[in-house]
């Protein structure tokens, strides 16, 4: 025996995340209260994301880890371990050879499928929080769908620079009902939210919340008549693998002052580069 | 005692096995999934307790859950084994349970399961119920070659237009699925369907938009 169960979690602790999950895709963007378990990582690390995927993972499964869109960062290295060494469980970098991706501030570019499943990490669940501080209050504003003050913050960034400033965590409304933090992705990735073939499972380790996103699921992102939502553009390719259509990362390539533009997702572009080779 | 009420081989992974299926039956209601799972004894009511369901509990039921069991169902041996094999406790008092087992046949839409409440919508009753026929209309059954005109046309969350799912045509069906489509009206709160039938499972969670599929089939047989 290792000393723990399969996925670290204890089978009891399993269950009572999987009915949870259960509940999280049959209310679509409604937070899910669970009995979170302490993780042999600090928070920030991904716990809640790293015990959904614990609750989910089967032997056979092959588990890919991302972070900010890369396979490699200090993040993703150490929860892909993790899982390496308590489930056992074979690992890929392949978006499409993936069956649970678990991921940090991204949403692949390469599009998903049916049966894949996306385990986000998220810091702060409640969209609503720097707004109203009290849970029992923001239960109430989702309960009664109170979302007004949502669109004053989006509007009061109009009135501030002309446009809606918000670029991370922007908010979603999931099958018409719903306000929802899509976690700290980029808006860029805002549209892969909606009606996406995949399943897609959020996890907050320190608020101890769930919620999920169905597959084939409406999301909207918050918007105006007279201001539509618009994602990030660049005036750059990718300076690696020519791509006009992803999310690039600045990076400086020298100490005087040279930088390049380069896709965020490392498995997107070294596919492309693949396949340009 | 309990012998004839199977455990799972390998409780680790065939509930997480199981649960992969029951999640992936939540997360795209109407598709029909086929569990393996050790076959439940012989039973006197039709339809039968079956595996899909059996597996359903297993895999998701422990000291922390309740059950209801319907009348047509109870008998002190399920008590016993649901007892044995899960540690959950049998309640008497649907508003409290987190699972209700029933037949379609007997399902009663007076009887007062919780539905949760506005703020907390998800601690409300998953019904698994045992029904006598499970089939949609990408399970090998052409919307034209299939017999029935019990099917209920499904969309929302889950489905990427539309799909159909039969569960048979009895009274009983007729009011569980009255009283499914009726969550749209009260959503957040809500019923939360599982079916089984022998050891396939289907699901409709309450977030689902159901209406009578009758009209289309009725019209191309009228054709
Ligand atoms: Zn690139």
Redesign the interface.
């Known amino acids: 025996m290792n000393g723990y ?2 996925a670290y979690l204890d ?2 602790t ?3 995340i ?11 963007g ?1 937070q ?2 669970f009995g979170g378990r302490e993780m042999p990582m600090p928070y920030g690390w991904g716990t809640g994301g790293v015990q959904l995927t614990a609750s ?4 056979d499964d092959i588990l890919k880890v991302i972070d900010q869109g890369a396979d490699d960062t200090t993040n993703a290295v150490s929860i892909r371990h993790f899982f390496q060494r308590v489930a056992g469980v074979e690992t890929t970098t392949a978006t499409t050879a993936a069956d649970v991706i678990q991921t940090r501030h991204r949403i692949p570019e390469t599009p998903l499928r049916s ?1 894949q499943i996306l385990v986000f990490q998220v810091p702060i669940p409640e969209p609503l929080r720097f707004i109203e501080p009290s849970e029992q209050e923001t ?2 504003m ?3 769908e109170e979302y007004g003050v949502m669109h004053v913050k989006l509007y009061e960034d109009i009135a501030r620079y002309g446009h809606i400033a918000t670029t991370y965590a922007y908010p979603v409304k999931v ?1 018409g ?2 306000v929802m933090d899509p976690s700290p992705i980029p808006k860029f990735d805002n549209p892969k939210l909606d ?1 996406n ?1 995949a ?1 897609m499972l959020f996890g907050a380790g320190r608020e101890k919340r769930l919620y ?7 999301v909207e992102s918050l918007d105006f008549e007279d201001h539509p939502f618009e994602i990030q553009r660049w005036e750059h390719s990718c300076a690696l693998c020519g791509s006009d259509h992803s999310y690039l990362d600045e990076v400086i390539t020298d100490d005087k002052g040279g930088r390049m533009f380069v896709c965020s997702d490392t498995d997107y572009c070294q596919t492309r580069r693949g396949e340009v080779a | 005692m309990n012998l004839s009420w199977p455990a799972l081989d390998d409780t680790v992974h065939d509930s997480q096995r199981l649960f992969r299926q029951v999640l992936g039956a939540m997360s795209e209601p109407g598709t029909v999934h086929e569990l393996v799972v050790p076959t439940p004894p012989a039973q006197p009511q039709k339809p039968l307790l079956g595996a899909a369901l059996w597996g359903a509990l297993l895999s998701l039921c422990d000291l922390d859950t309740t059950i209801w069991i319907g009348a047509e169902l109870d008998s002190p041996a399920l008590r016993e084994a649901l007892t044995f094999h899960t540690g959950a406790r049998i309640t008497d008092d649907p508003a409290s349970a987190d699972f209700a087992l029933l037949t379609h046949a007997s399902f009663d839409p007076r009887t007062p399961f919780a539905v949760g409440s506005d703020t907390y919508p998800d601690r409300g009753t998953t019904l698994l119920v045992a029904v006598e026929r499970l089939e949609n209309d990408s399970n090998g059954n052409t919307k034209g070659e299939r017999d029935g005109q019990s099917g209920w046309r499904l969309s929302g969350p889950g489905i990427a237009e539309s799909r159909v799912l039969d569960i048979g045509d009895g009274a009983g069906c007729r009011a569980l699925m009255t009283r499914l489509a009726g969550n749209r009206a009260s959503f957040p709160q809500g019923l939360d369907a599982i079916f089984g039938c022998g050891a396939r499972l289907a699901a409709i969670p309450r977030s689902t938009r159901i209406a009578s599929a009758e009209a289309r089939v009725d019209s191309r047989e009228v054709n």
């Open positions: 169960n399969f089978e009891q399993k269950r009572m999987r009915r949870a999950l259960l509940k999280a895709v049959a209310i679509p409604y899910v209260p989910i993972l089967g032997a049966g239960r109430l989702h309960a009664l099958d009902r719903y009606g073939p399943l999920a996103i169905p597959p084939y699921t409406r």
